[in-house]
């Protein structure tokens, strides 16, 4: 089996052509999308190759049209298989309607973005590395109350993002009181608020002086990765 840094360094690269064709924002919702598609995060440069040829293709069909995805494949292609990055930082020129709402915050840092994400699972984690990249987002998982308490100590995140599609072992009374003890600078956000983990949930916050934001997975990813983006590089 491949190392799992070099694993990385390919989706990387795939991230980096897409970024190259597409302005960011639109790069990594695209990412996110064919990551979650494709079921996990690549464990080997085979998969690598199978996400460009399979999900991320459709995804960038499906947002850019069949020709635009075309050319998106056979940069991926030249990059992973030849290691030529000739004409690979080059726009495509495409007229995207893009009506998604974009959240941003002012806080500048050029440090990855500290996130805690309170799930079931680390695959929610997993991808918000593949399509944002380890530079731009530290992200740690927390399934259950102990563990939650024991991150936001040790990593003093920016983000605590409860993942209601994979919901955690934590009580929602629970989180909800963790939520208050922290500092204003942290923004909660619900992802998936439409399921029943979320239902309620973001009232309750708000009756107890939480500012959490919900953002539905029906919507897309785009407007969460606006707010990562946003602590990272000001604004997009």
């Given at each position: 089996?491949?190392?799992?840094?070099?694993?990385?360094?390919?989706?990387?690269?795939?991230?980096?052509?897409?970024?190259?064709?597409?302005?960011?924002?639109?790069?990594?919702?695209?990412?996110?999308?064919?990551?979650?598609?494709?079921?996990?995060?690549?464990?080997?440069?085979?998969?690598?190759?199978?996400?460009?040829?399979?999900?991320?293709?459709?995804?960038?069909?499906?947002?850019?049209?069949?020709?635009?995805?075309?050319?998106?494949?056979?940069?991926?292609?030249?990059?992973?298989?030849?290691?030529?990055?000739?004409g690979t930082d080059i726009p495509i020129e495409v007229d995207l309607d893009d009506s998604s709402i974009t959240l941003v915050?002012?806080?500048?840092?050029?440090?990855?973005?500290?996130?805690?994400?309170?799930?079931?699972?680390?695959?929610?984690?997993?991808?918000?590395?593949?399509?944002?990249?380890?530079?731009?987002?530290?992200?740690?998982?927390?399934?259950?109350?102990?563990?939650?308490?024991?991150?936001i100590f040790s990593h003093e995140p920016l983000f605590v993002i409860v993942d209601a599609t994979d919901p955690p072992e934590v009580d929602r009374a629970s989180l909800v009181t963790a939520l208050q003890r922290l500092p204003d600078s942290v923004q909660a956000v619900v992802w998936g608020a439409e399921h029943d983990y979320a239902d309620g949930f973001l009232e309750v916050c708000h009756a107890r002086g939480v500012e959490a934001v919900g953002v539905d997975q029906a919507e897309g990813i785009g407007p969460l990765l606006d707010l990562i983006l946003a602590r990272y590089q000001g604004g997009l």
């Open positions: 089996m491949e190392h799992l840094a070099a694993v990385r360094d390919e989706v990387h690269v795939v991230r980096e052509v897409l970024e190259g064709a597409f302005a960011p924002e639109v790069a990594t919702t695209l990412m996110f999308r064919a990551l979650r598609d494709h079921g996990a995060v690549p464990a080997s440069r085979e998969d690598v190759l199978e996400l460009c040829r399979t999900t991320l293709v459709q995804v960038v069909a499906d947002r850019a049209g069949p020709e635009v995805a075309r050319m998106v494949l056979g940069r991926m292609e030249q990059v992973l298989l030849r290691n030529d990055r000739t915050m002012p806080t500048v840092w050029r440090t990855p973005v500290s996130t805690v994400v309170v799930s079931a699972h680390r695959l929610f984690a997993d991808q918000l590395y593949g399509c944002l990249g380890e530079a731009r987002v530290l992200a740690i998982t927390a399934s259950e109350e102990k563990a939650l308490q024991k991150v």
